[in-house]
């Protein structure tokens, strides 16, 4: 690695939003250095800062809303506060790059994805088509999408949102950048994904002396990866050193409430109910029955466009869901767990049998679906993607309460002021939109939306995926108090196995649409069966800088692909009962 330099200096930056009244400081004074093949990780809660501070460096503030009003950001001797929109464009994505924190709305929809990837690797570089693309394809290989070619062809609607955070890890990389600024990066990725990433930003570093400014509110990720840590909250600097110093002697308050809030993996052991709760599901009751659900899509090719292949999303998986339970599905990105949530709302087309609350819902027309909705809400994975930019949050978390005609007036406005208070939100805020927020804000408000019509099931998609350990921990708490209220059942979709193991009555793992293992989260924490759910367990970031992942070998040979020719019939899971409901799937994957 190259010699521990200075390579960029940040020096008391402020940066101001406007407002009704007088601009508001969103960064208030900020100053850190950062060193050749270094990473700094800057944490703190939601709305912190953190993220403006990257827009800053990167000249990327939306303009005239926000602005840098003081500070200096030195690099190779240059301030970049100073230079002029065409001097920075040359240096953005070929010397800084950045990892942005929402791949959905940071990639262009019209575009595909080959198209996106060669225009970051042709931004600086004159090479012929065919090492472009040979480029393209190594890029993906190494953040691990499978089927490297295919989607090249793709646009990123078709890819899950794992995927596509991985396609933009790939844009970031591909100039080999001398700083990468890394918003969330590993947010919506699965943890043997995100081990194999950080990972190759390692690598990175050790070939190219690049250094990382990562932000982050997965502390076990800051653990592996920080050399110095910057702690943020309300927009300034509470607290910052070495990652051992702030692991291990965290001199401020609200560095130690940080650190406490931080779900550890094993910390549930021993204990029969999920934190909080306060009495088991009602088996009795059975609010969601799955049999036999497979969802395929169709591929079109060749000169007449016929069906030659599908892709095989979810296959033969069935299951029960009972009032006051929570049922977690875990795997890698693209193994199906969306999938299998949209099917249970009617948003996919799917074969097998799925009943909500007694109701078979296959073939049930729009009209005939919508008193069933309000009784299974859905939280989606993209905040931003799922909330109409032209409405202010408020009219959104209203809105199903209006269309349902369970309140109106005051009533609606005292109804939607509660839920913003639950989820940790200010009433004031309704008046707003939602690009005035976060992405853990957003989040937030979708969770409040889920929650408006009182529901009897909830799909939550990555639903604390986004949000920082503290309102993490407020948020699941807040769910877990909902559900002994009400017996609220939920589906919750995830990739962070210590969430999953605080929150799970049960847990099912995922692989290529099928389920590998199924059992309570007893079974599959403490006895795991299958190499698959073991894998996942050793590729846990551990939140402590002075241990590593132990047991952690990453998956090896090619990646598989859930694409099959129309001739192509899988045959069904076989299962093996370990005892007291604990399936595994045989043969072992």
Known sequence: MAEAATLFELRGLVTEVASSSAPRRVVDGLSFTLERGKTLCIAGESGSGKSMTALSLMGLLPQPMARVASGSALYKGRDLFGLAPDAMRLIRGREIGMIFQEPMTSLNPVLTIGRQLFEAITANATLSATEVRARALHLLDQVQIPEAARRLTQYPHELSGGMRQRVMIAIALSQKPDILIADEPTTALDVTVQAQILSLIRLLQQETGTAVIMITHDMGVVAEMADHVLVMKDGRQVETGTAGNIFNAPREAYTKALLAAVPRLGAMAGTSLPRRANQPPNSAREVVAVDNLTVRFDLRGGLLRQVNQRVHAVEGISFRLHAGETLALVGESGCGKSTTGRALLNLVPYTGDISVNGTHIAG?????????????????????????????????????????????????????????????????????YPHEFSGGQRQRICIARALSLSPKVIVADESVSALDVTIQAQVLELMQDIQNETGIAYLFISHDMAVVEQISHRVAVMYMGRFVEI???????????????????????????????????????????????????????????VGAGHLVAEPAI
């Open 364 to 432: 049930l027309r729009p009209d005939q679906m919508k008193p069933i909705r309000r009784d299974i809400q859905m939280i989606f994975q993209d905040p931003y993607a799922s909330l109409d930019p032209r409405m202010r949050v408020g009219e959104l978390v209203a809105e199903p309460l209006k269309i349902h005609r369970l309140a109106k007036g005051s009533e609606l406005t005292d109804r939607v002021e509660y839920l913003f208070r639950r989820v940790g939100l200010p009433a004031e805020a309704a008046s707003r």
């Open 519 to 577: 059992g309570t989260r007893a079974q599959i924490f403490e006895n795991p069966q299958h190499d698959y759910t073991r894998k996942l367990m050793a590729a846990v970031p551990v939140p402590d800088p002075l241990r590593h992942r132990r047991g952690y070998v990453p998956f090896g040979g090619e990646l598989p692909s859930s694409v099959h020719s129309v001739r192509y019939e899988p045959q069904p899971a076989v299962y093996r009962d």
